[in-house]
């Protein structure tokens, strides 16, 4: 599948886009013939609305999309998606009805609305094509398509197809192309190599456990993203029910969005020295499981006790995060679908973030605005950190109460990051419902948001 723009061909068909209190103005500009024939047709402006305006001789003048009122704008970000999937098939082109950031946003909308998963099954036809406009970055639209699609089937891919190891061959696969180079610990080397919360998480599945280790460029500051790699998550001897365990094969889904955006960085050629680290496990149920009540001893030194092993990406990521931050990298950034607690507290289509930086918090809540990727700022509450210390041991894996979930545990990653600005988002990685541009599975959260404002984050 490929997410890009199409060539301007003889046949190209001009597009205007219309929202309800643009519409009389357009049609004060055109003849009575076109005007007669869009009032006959009813056709208003309104949200996902089509037209294809005929010309005398039978041929096509041009067509019309509706995008809605404001109202409409804002609840949908990817408007014109709906109307792409309703015109004929052919090439379009926009002259008119959308400028600046939202002639950006609604072209990768476009794009996205192409989007199909069709490795088990043969999906809809493909999208009509659309003419890149003069005054858009065709290259960053078609990198962060590329990277959004990249995610969006790694997430959609079922485990049984997704392990550990498929998810090194997907890494590698995507680092090939832009020259970068992968390393993985694999196995018990995991312990020869101080991570034991990676092996630990991991060790009971029969597949085995790894750190994957992505590294590109070779000037400009230090960028580490950290992906949660929990390929299928059953909640381990804690052992989750039916219904919460029949979306796990998208636990996966920071490692799939850390890829994603990687992608869109390289392909980009941002001016950083890039590295992505993964810790791909299965949490899964066996005689050599970890338990609750467990001490484990972190890559970092500090010991957490576990008081419930479905907490265990958090594990997975402190080892990963301890790695990272011995470098003493520029920005480290974590992405985790970590917490229900995140999704009680802004639901599924805000991706929640922390940081103790005001300045780059800013930078990401305005690039989020800018790029239509909702971010929403959550607090590193320091009084809360007494809930991740347990006593017996530094750190609680899992605090009792119920309270400040998410809170509590990005608390608990901070402590693994002492030398580095860190930020961490807490995601969903999954869109519940169609949607224009976004379809119902596996979906990038905060990569776009990241990507714009990381030139800001740091000077480059």
């Known amino acids: 599948m ?19 209190d643009t519409l009389e103005d357009w049609l004060s500009g055109s003849d009575d013939a076109t005007r007669a024939w869009v009032e006959s047709c009813g056709f208003t402006g309104s949200a996902g609305q089509v037209l294809v305006v005929p010309e005398p001789g039978g041929g096509v003048a041009c067509a019309l999309a509706g995008l809605g009122t404001p109202r409409d704008r804002i609840r949908t970000r990817f408007g014109l998606g709906a109307s792409a999937v309703r015109l004929p098939a052919g090439t379009y082109c926009i002259v008119s009805g959308l400028e600046g950031a939202e002639l950006e946003n609604q072209c990768l909308g476009w794009l996205l609305a192409g989007y199909r998963f069709e490795r088990y099954k043969q999906g809809k036809p493909s999208l009509p094509g659309l003419c890149a406009p003069e005054s858009v970055d065709v290259t960053w639209i078609e990198a962060v398509a590329a990277g959004e699609a990249l995610t969006r089937d790694l ?38 190599r101080n991570l034991p919360m990676i092996h630990a998480v991991g060790r009971a599945s029969t597949r085995a456990p790894r750190l994957i280790d992505m590294r590109w460029g070779t000037a400009g500051p230090r960028l580490t993203l950290v992906g949660k790699g929990v390929c299928f998550d059953t909640g381990g001897l804690d052992l989750k029910p039916a219904s919460s365990m029949g979306l796990m094969k998208k636990d996966m889904g920071g490692s799939a969005t850390v890829l994603g955006l990687a992608h869109m960085i390289m392909a980009l ?26 001490i484990l001893i972190s890559r970092k030194g500090l010991t957490v006790e576990i008081n419930n092993t479905d907490a265990e990406g958090r594990l997975v990521l402190a080892d990963a995060l301890a790695m990272a931050d011995e470098e003493s990298p520029d920005l ?30 800013d930078l990401l809540s305005k690039a989020g605005s800018k790029v239509a990727d909702p971010v929403w700022r959550m607090p590193f509450h320091d009084p809360y950190e007494t809930m991740i210390e347990p006593g017996i041991a530094d750190l609680d894996n899992a605090p009792k109460g119920g309270f400040a979930g998410s809170i509590t545990a990005a608390l608990f990653l901070r402590r693994f990051v002492e030398q580095s600005a860190y930020m961490h988002f807490d995601i969903y990685g999954w869109q519940p419902a169609d949607a224009p541009g976004r379809p119902k599975g596996g979906v990038g959260q905060g990569a776009r948001a990241l990507l714009a404002a990381l030139p800001g984050m740091l000077d480059i």
């Open 2 to 20: 490929s997410l890009t723009f199409a060539n301007p061909t003889e046949t190209t068909v001009d597009l205007h886009v219309i929202s309800p």
């Open 269 to 294: 050629k941002l001016p950083v020295r890039l590295r992505v680290l993964i810790p791909a496990v299965e949490n899964a149920v066996a005689g050599n499981a970890f338990r609750p009540q467990d």
């Open 155 to 192: 997430i959609n891919t079922p485990a049984s197809d997704m392990g550990p190891a498929e998810l090194e061959t997907a890494a590698r696969d995507m680092t090939q192309p832009h020259g970068a180079a992968c390393t993985v610990i694999s196995g018990d080397d995991l312990l020869t």
């Open 332 to 361: 480290i950034v974590s992405m985790a679908t970590l917490t229900g607690a995140a999704r009680v507290a802004v639901g599924p289509d805000l991706a929640p973030f922390y940081t103790d930086n005001d300045g780059h918090a």
